[in-house]
T-cell receptor
Framework: EAGVAQSPRYKIIEKRQSVAFWCNPISGHATLYWYQQILGQGPKLLIQFQNNGVVDDSQLPKDRFSAERLKGVDSTLKIQPAKLEDSAVYLC????????????FGPGTRLTVL | ELKVEQNPLFLSMQEGKNYTIYCNYSTTSDRLYWYRQDPGKSLESLFVLLSNGAVKQEGRLMASLDTKARLSTLHITAAVHDLSATYFCAGTSGGGADGLTFGKGTHLIIQP
């Protein structure tokens, strides 16, 4: 069974530029999460989708971050404009559905903002 | 708001020794997860603990959960170098919004 796919794996941009990350969850998984992991810290939840609806985006900085999952499968996370403090690894995870289900993580996208 | 604290944050130990990583959480958590992360890699699920008194074991690792004390432990028995990694515990407030709240992680180095 294929795991969670993410692209790109690495991205370097200058501050105030825009960037987008893509995630393809495990086939059949209804729930998709985006996490931000700053170096030396644990991941922090940014947004949770159930199919194509948002369940929790309370920690998403909505002035610059946006995310969508239009057809309930793939998802994109966008940052516009980027700040230096956005340098982090962005992890996508999926689970069969919300509730007592294990979350499987993708390899992540490492973003460096210069 | 759920808060998760791990200790120690750094641990250097010798092969063959036993040690325990502690994970305290601030409010009721539906369940408790342990993940492993190797440098530059993503997170690998180790254990999911669903109820008070739950104990799970895989090889040299054993995890337990005490919901009354709001404490989970990850015990390493007779450590080997391959277990060197960063270990995270995570909880969730439950319900439909079940995104994980992670601790800061325990960076474990096992020396030959």
């Amino acid at each position: 069974e294929a795991g969670v796919a993410q692209s790109p794996r690495y991205k370097i941009i200058e501050k105030r530029q825009s960037v987008a990350f893509w995630c393809n969850p495990i086939s059949g998984h209804a729930t998709l999460y985006w996490y931000q992991q700053i170096l030396g810290q644990g991941p922090k939840l940014l947004i949770q989708f159930q199919n194509n609806g948002v369940v929790d985006d309370s920690q998403l900085p909505k002035d610059r971050f946006s995310a969508e999952r239009l057809k309930g499968v793939d998802s994109t996370l966008k940052i516009q404009p980027a700040k230096l403090e956005d340098s982090a690894v962005y992890l996508c995870a999926s689970s069969l559905t919300s509730g007592y289900n294990e979350q499987f993580f993708g390899p992540g996208t490492r973003l460096t903002v210069l | 708001e759920l808060k998760v604290e791990q200790n120690p944050l750094f641990l250097s130990m010798q092969e063959g020794k036993n040690y325990t990583i502690y994970c305290n959480y601030s409010t009721t958590s539906d369940r408790l997860y342990w993940y492993r992360q190797d440098p530059g890699k993503s997170l690998e699920s180790l254990f999911v603990l669903l109820s008070n008194g739950a104990v799970k074991q895989e090889g040299r690792l054993m995890a337990s959960l005490d919901t009354k004390a709001r404490l989970s432990t990850l015990h390493i028995t007779a450590a080997v170098h391959d277990l060197s990694a960063t270990y995270f515990c995570a909880g969730t407030s439950g319900g439909g919004a079940d995104g994980l709240t992670f601790g800061k992680g325990t960076h474990l180095i096992i020396q030959p």
